[in-house]
């Protein structure tokens, strides 16, 4: 998803879908973003009208996560974590156990972040 920049609208829509949002229909932020979603292979329309992610869009709901774990672990190292979301930060390398409790930024934690940062448009 090099291009592909998602509004905040667009992630609560994405989700209001893996939650369990039925159609674009029953609710206005997904109507508004289903379609341009679907276009970006992020969801797909079942047979009977029903939206659900597709693998892509599971991934992108699980970087926005880790993106927002990362930070909440730059404000406060005692922040907690979901263990999937922990598991993977820890495997690459981007969090480590502090020895009082908690988790930490490492140095290529603060980088990745560093770089996420930079590319996010200025608001």
Known sequence: MKNEKLTGDEYDALEFIRRGARTDKVNACVGR?????????????AKNGALSLTDKG?????????????????????????????QFLSRKSHIAALEGGGYG???????????????????
């Open 58 to 86: 599971q991934e992108v709901l699980f970087l926005k996560r880790c993106i927002e774990a990362l930070r909440a672990l730059e404000r406060e190292p005692a922040s907690a974590l979901d263990e999937d979301v922990m």
């Open 105 to 123: 930024l490492t140095e290529r934690g603060r980088e990745s972040l560093a770089d996420i940062s930079a590319q996010e448009p200025r608001r």
């Open 33 to 45: 973003n289903a379609k341009r979603l679907s276009g970006l292979k992020l969801v797909q329309y």
